[in-house]
């Protein structure tokens, strides 16, 4: 919906960036009081802190983006090409019992990137994904 000239909606907006600036993010959201760390086969590699959006509160401007795909292809793991900083997965929702719902996607991003924010300084939530990839 347009607003008048001159006005502008209240929008609790975070921002992120990789090492080198080639990949910059905007999130719709206010920042996380939780991280996430899951212990799946390529998170306990990367070490990344997570937090995690709708694709409709995230947007990215990668100009060196670059994906790298597991399990079965269904989650791609977003790196920047030219500094290597992990910058965000997108997949269908991980449900309880290990499946995907694939009508729903979700957008992990690496709080790490966050400006004005200090993941490993917050509560950090633990994901068992270990036992499934
Ligand atoms: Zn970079």
Do not use: W
């Not at 009508?103 to 068992?128: C, Q």
């Amino acid at each position: 919906m347009a607003l008048p000239p001159g006005q502008h909606y209240e929008i609790a907006m975070i921002s992120g960036r990789c090492h080198c600036g080639k990949t910059t993010f905007r999130i719709n959201a206010e920042l996380p009081d939780r991280v996430t760390f899951c212990d799946c086969s390529i998170c306990h590699k990367r070490g990344t802190l997570r937090a995690y959006y709708s694709p409709e509160q995230f947007s990215v401007c990668a100009e060196e983006d670059r994906v790298y795909r597991f399990r079965a292809g269904v989650v791609a793991s977003h790196f920047c090409g030219v500094c290597g900083c992990a910058t965000y997965c997108g997949s269908p929702r991980f449900l309880p019992d290990g499946t995907l719902d694939q009508g729903t996607r979700i957008i992990a991003v690496n709080a790490r990137l966050f400006d004005d924010f200090v993941a490993h300084e917050a509560p950090v939530t633990l994901v068992a994904g270990k036992d499934r990839g």
